[in-house]
């Protein structure tokens, strides 16, 4: 059984991520005006439509290409060494560090605590027509599975399958799918929890709810 409230101690210990900014492909390295300690914005708007802050420009065959920032955070390093430099795919150009976000921590908690069921392929995945019944008259929490229970309806190139739950018995405490969705081998569909314990995982996500400050 993981010790939940340790964990939380452990992110607030190290509450940042570290993203190693990459060359998509190979091409020449202009770097924007960004220095180590400087803010840096992710993407923008409803969509993420507005790109964020420029890292550098990858020109190759006379087509530049900007690099931005894919999350917001603080720069770490810049490898101004490679100003001018012709590099290849997968060259590291910066770090962030990325102060983890309230729904991050929560993410993360959950990940490490909760069983997960993951999809044997990739496919679209839907409740059974009983499963999503009773899931919509109440909640996922309410919602007891049992190792064998036939759980999903799984779609693939229009063909459509029973998937059975394996696993601990326990609640659906979080599903990871959306409605119509494609979902990659191995990609968590539902988080179960065993009942005792709920209440130290809800009191946990409590504690985050209401303690994390977030970085603005």
Sequence with gaps: MIDISALLDEIKASPYREIIIRTPHTGRVTFAAVKAGEMVMGPQGQWKEKPGTQIATLERERNPKPICAPEKGAVSLVHTELEGRFVEAGTPLAVLRHMLTRDEVQHII?????????APERAKYYFTPEADKKIRASDTHSMVVREGMELFIMSRMKREVPLSYTGPDGVIYAVYFKY?????VGAPLIGVCPPDQLPAIQEVIMRVQTEWAEKT
């Design 110 to 118: 959950l990940q490490r605590a909760l069983y997960l069921f993951r």
């Design 180 to 184: 119509n969705d494609n979902m990659d």
